[in-house]
């Protein structure tokens, strides 16, 4: 849904943001942490694990921009969401939309 890409970033912002303000049973830093550096590895494996997502299956493409994405980021984990949201308005800035 390229046409929604904007959009779907601005709701990951809103909800990690929501999320981790919430959170009481561990400190904030520590879990955006450990979310921040497993989300490009679950990303990852929805594109070459066992149950990757049908709406990219055959779309060569979009699969690797989201290889593109991950792989830097499981290579060099970064600490907090805005950070993956960066890492995702730039690889759609350099690359174009998801097609």
């Given at each position: 849904?390229?046409?929604?890409?904007?959009?779907?970033?601005?709701?990951?912002?809103?909800?990690?943001?929501?999320?981790?303000?919430?959170i009481?049973?561990?400190?904030?830093?520590?879990?955006?942490?450990?979310?921040?550096?497993?989300?490009p590895?679950?990303?990852?494996?929805?594109?070459?694990?066992?149950?990757p997502?049908?709406?990219?299956?055959?779309?060569?493409?979009a699969?690797?921009?989201?290889?593109?994405l991950?792989?830097?980021?499981?290579?060099?984990?970064?600490?907090?969401?805005?950070?993956?949201?960066?890492?995702?308005?730039?690889?759609?800035?350099?690359?174009?939309?998801?097609?």
């Amino acid at each position: 849904m390229p046409q929604h890409a904007s959009v779907l970033l601005q709701s990951f912002d809103a909800l990690s943001l929501a999320y981790f303000e919430s959170i009481r049973f561990e400190p904030r830093g520590q879990m955006e942490a450990r979310a921040a550096s497993l989300l490009p590895a679950l990303a990852l494996a929805r594109i070459d694990g066992k149950s990757p997502v049908e709406y990219l299956v055959g779309r060569s493409t979009a699969q690797d921009q989201v290889r593109d994405l991950a792989r830097p980021l499981i290579r060099r984990p970064v600490n907090a969401m805005p950070a993956i949201s960066l890492a995702w308005r730039k690889a759609l800035a350099s690359a174009g939309p998801l097609r």
